[in-house]
């Protein structure tokens, strides 16, 4: 009886599972078995058997093999079913029922059906579910968990309607057709029956039907002319909606820019038409992929686009599709007109996400170029440490034509370059704290990715020159070493734990630019439509109602103001005081700061830097900020600057600042939780050590847990600022802060 329960615990977790991963907006059942759209159901079959022999978790002891067996699974049950596959390629979603509404029943819908059939009564009184598509049926569950999230990768149109509703029945026929034409171009559809939604109308803000909404990017804008409901004003109407930097205007000025701008890690997709604006399936694909590559239309029509059509040699009737990489001279790929489907263009665009070499900027790029692959199927990602400087351009350019000479299968060994400086923390984890770019040359590392925190890895053994004339000498090396990894002639002997990378395409100016537009927009999409008219007719009713209310209060306040303005004052210095307090804020010291702070300093400024590790980093600042904002406000005539310093990228510093002659073998460990108060300009530095760690398992000497209030006494210690109390120790010349640097 136990086992029976065990087996049916475990069937039913696995499909619970499958479904979960099916139901995924990212998940693509395409680049799961590793084939493309057009492959056959024999190929797909194929790759279905070789992937799930190599990632059975019966024979796969890899972290994460059952949950990549899951994935493998649910990816062949979508494409070995030709419905389902049909309508993941149309419509993006993996299984048939996902969106079948449960629970929601019309009301007397036998006797509706069997009384009004009888009598020959064509009212057409059905659930007005826009054709009853079960695909397209929207509740709240199914508009929180996919469609807002998957409104920041392509627009959907939302169409409420209702039971016994006249208009819709009227309307209906008409976005049918809609439907008909624009779904193929990758818009997403839902239908809403508002009797059986009460809560999503509430969030759609819909207070009569029928209706028709855009969603775009998690906001939503209302098509205000039902009357003129054809694909022609949808598409316009969607078309912008679009942010206006999705796709750029080029021509003959400007292409080269564009196209030369491949340095910010992104191939560039160029769309040729007679139209004079981007199609909508253009600027779909544009919005799902923009992460990944840029995209810039030309006007075919425009008479500054004639040097663009002669060297590309451009048929000016139809459109045509390129795609360049780091050669502007010479497109990576061509799609013609006759190819111009919704799939092809899509696919197109997806099988060039990545330059020749690209740049390893973000965790998701490494996921995707050096992904975890097990012993009997290894892959290896070779990756170039250089600098982010022109310097090494000729080194990174020299790899490139590298791997253009070979053709290396992608399922095998993927190229990749890194900034030393922007993604400190992996390059420390080869290098183990070595500075590797201080020499003549430059170093590559061949890495096998075992596990996702987990890398095997070596280095090419005389480096990358990174100069034309040792150019030929160092592809030879590479090829054979390469080689030899392949065939498993040699063993990758090195492992390290990484942590993930950071991101270097965030940008949070640009985020809040992209909010405050889209908020204006939806502003202006508001009042410019039919709404005014409500809105002046709701405040107006809403201020006959509050005026006399608001007299009253407005009196019995005015009577007890005098009465508590002592009280109010005293909140007033309270909340003063928390202001202050809450405008300190630490920045973390990098070689910039610190050459202006300390190397240069002119000011007399004191630097209060606290060294943190990444196991105690979020309470020592907690702690750290308690202690030292009391004493900033007491001392406001000493400029003081908090600050912290990251020991995994810096320990060397802070050994060479102490003359520490054994190098920490922990990255510095130990010494978290030290404060050090520098006078950059008197050359000297203070130290503070603090009492409270705990343990927990490891060795003072691994650096110990902190626990709460650790940094207990270092105010009393600061206080000693002011009559210049505090132990001195002077330095002749400040050391360097480089990363990892001795």
Known sequence: MVRRKSAFFLIFSAVVIEYCIASSPDFNPYEELGVSRTATTKEIKTAYKQLAKEWHPDKNRDEGAAEKFMKIQAAYEVLSDDQRRQDYDNYGFTDQNENRPQGHRQPFGGFHQSFFNDFNFNFNFKSNQAGSEARHRLDINRYHSQVLPN???????????????????????????????????????????????????GELGISRVPAILALLKGRLYRFQNLNNINARSMKTFLQNLF??????????????????????????????????????????????????????????????????????????????????REDTEHYAYRLEASGMQTGAVRDAVRGHYF?????????????????????????FCVVLITRDTSSHDEARAILREFIEENSYSSNKVRFSYIFESTQSAFVNALTKGQNILDGSKLQIAVIWRKKSTRIAYDWLEDGWSGNWEDADTNKALLKKYLDQVIKGKVLLPKESDIQDLNDEEYRIITEIVNRITGYFSTFMQYFTSAHWEETILFVAMLAIYLLPILLIFGGAFSLTKERNAPERAHRNIQRVRRDIQETIELCELKPSIYEETVMRDKTNLFVLLLLVDRRNKQRL?????????????????IKILPAYLNLEAYYHWYEELQVIEETSTTFGREYSGQVVLINGYRKYYSLF?????????????NGGVFGQDCLTGLSTWLDRISDGSL???????????NPGAN
């Not at 050590?689 to 000497?701: C, I, R």
């Open 151 to 201: 409104s920041h990768r392509k627009p959907y149109l939302i169409f409420v309607t209702a039971d016994w509703c006249f208009t819709c029945m009227q309307v209906e026929p008409r976005w049918l057709e809609v439907v008909k034409d624009l779904e193929p171009l990758g818009v997403g559809i839902s239908v809403v029956n508002s009797d059986y939604e009460r809560r999503l109308i």
């Open 243 to 324: 942010p206006s930097g999705l796709v750029t205007m080029i021509n003959d000025h400007n292409y080269e820019q564009f196209l030369n701008g491949w340095k910010d890690n992104k191939p560039r997709s160029l769309l040729f038409s007679k139209k004079s604006e981007p199609s909508l399936l253009y600027l779909n694909v544009a919005l799902e992929n923009n992460v990944r590559v840029s995209f810039g239309f030309v006007s075919l029509s425009s008479p500054d686009t004639q040097k663009l059509r002669e060297k590309y040699d451009i048929n000016t009737y139809d459109p045509t599709l390129l795609i360049f």
């Open 355 to 379: 330059l020749t070499l690209p740049r390893l900027s973000s965790q998701a790029v490494f996921e995707q170029l050096c992904s975890i692959s097990s012993m009997t199927n290894k892959k």
């Open 621 to 637: 600042f907690e702690s750290f900020l308690s202690e030292v904002m009391p004493v900033i406000q007491r001392f406001q005539r």
């Open 689 to 701: 050590t603090p009492q409270n760690v705990h343990t927990e398992g490891v060795g003072q000497a």
């Open 727 to 737: 132990e001195r120790n002077n330095v002749e010349n400040w050391p360097e802060l």
